[in-house]
Nanobody
């Protein structure tokens, strides 16, 4: 199993920056691709960015050039922390942001989600 806890959301003005974090614990050796998704009110959940175990990154068109995804082990070695650095935020970035992990090896085919962290961008 993998447990995911997001943090870092909040209210920010248009043009501002935020850094989201997702701490993944549990079966860390079975964590593959890590990703961020978001869901705005009345809209479907959409993919924002992902990062592979080899730290290859990929971004949606809306995130490219403004968001940076990264992953690393926490200092205590007990967690993998994925971050999403967001700058030049726009009101259309307002959404509930979710951390997503795809399992590999013994967790192959499994998918895990965090509880979400709210990002609100005021105009």
């Amino acid at each position: 199993q993998v447990q995911l806890v997001e943090s870092g959301g909040g209210l920010v003005q248009s043009g501002g920056s935020l850094r989201l974090s997702c701490a993944a614990s549990g079966s860390m050796r079975n964590i593959g691709v890590m990703a961020w998704y978001r869901q705005a009110p009345g809209k479907e959940r959409e993919w924002v960015a992902h990062i592979t175990e080899d730290e290859i990154t990929c971004y949606s068109d809306s995130a490219l050039g403004r968001f940076t995804i990264s992953r690393d082990f926490a200092i205590d070695g007990a967690k993998i922390v994925m971050s999403l650095e967001m700058r030049d935020l726009k009101p259309e970035d307002t959404a509930l942001y979710y951390c997503n992990v795809r399992g590999v090896k013994y967790l192959r085919g499994r998918e895990f989600w965090g509880q979400g962290t709210q990002v609100t961008v005021s105009s």
